[in-house]
């Protein structure tokens, strides 16, 4: 089946810096990809939608200058989390969909901890 | 206000028998329903889905039912194995999937 790779899978970083959260397709194309955060014991939220070759729309309290997403290509989204804090950290999930079969491909998802 | 509604958090089978799990939504827009399974520290993996001009889907031990009407759907697991232990996710979108909204899931737990 269809194959969504995300990459990293954990980072840890120090507060004050920038984190990049690729997402690609490997073996569709997709138009459309989605950006998730899990928070303990809660369903995943929508951060925002990102669609290739123009801006990503986000999601009502997701900071857009904070969580920078970039659609370049039809196989890769990409999110920085900029001046990253502690309380950034969380599990952020992507996905991808595949507009041939409407089916919703997500990646593995990245761990990130912010010291 | 949460427009897809899992509302048990836990389910528990033995192996080999029927698991079926439940999924509310109040949104009458919603066209396409997807379910998910997720493991502990690892994305949600698709399992199946169903667009509303269907009433019913089946993909191996996995069938999911919709009950437009009723604004309900289900998953039935025929034989649960231990491995399907996970906690499974529902989700729906409008016709042009530009948004998914999630259940809180149910946690499933197949005993050997």
């Known amino acids: 089946g269809a194959v969504v790779s995300q990459h990293p899978s954990w980072v840890i970083c120090k507060s004050g810096t920038s984190v990049k959260i690729e997402c690609r397709s490997l073996?569709?194309?997709?138009?459309?990809m989605f950006w998730y955060r899990q928070f303990p014991k809660q369903s995943l939220m929508l951060m925002a939608t990102?669609?290739?070759?123009?801006?990503?729309?986000?999601e009502q309290g997701v900071e857009k200058d904070k969580f920078l997403i970039n659609h370049a290509s039809l196989t890769l989204s990409t999110l920085t989390v900029t001046s990253a804090h502690p309380e950034d950290s969380s599990f952020y999930i992507c996905?991808?969909?595949?507009?041939?079969?409407?089916?919703?491909?997500f990646g593995e998802g990245s761990r990130l901890t912010v010291l | 206000d949460q427009q897809v509604k899992q509302n048990s958090p836990s389910l528990s089978v033995q192996e080999g028998r029927i698991s079926i799990l439940n999924c509310d939504y109040t949104?009458?827009?919603?066209?396409?329903f997807l379910w998910y399974k997720k493991y502990p520290a690892e994305g949600p993996t698709f399992l199946i889905s169903?667009?509303?001009?269907?009433d019913k889907n089946e993909d191996g031990r996995f069938t999911v039912f919709l009950n437009k009407s009723a604004k309900h759907l289900s998953l039935h697991i025929v034989p649960s194995q231990p491995g399907d232990s996970a906690v499974y996710f529902c989700?729906?979108?409008?016709?042009?999937?530009?948004?998914?909204?999630f259940g809180s899931g149910t946690k499933l737990n197949v005993k050997p």
């Open positions: 996905s991808a969909h595949w507009t041939n079969t409407g089916e919703l491909f």
């Open positions: 073996d569709f194309q997709a138009t459309t």
């Open positions: 990102s669609n290739e070759g123009s801006k990503a729309t986000y």
């Open positions: 949104n009458s827009m919603f066209d396409y």
């Open positions: 169903i667009s509303s001009i269907k």
């Open positions: 989700a729906a979108s409008p016709y042009n999937f530009n948004k998914f909204y």
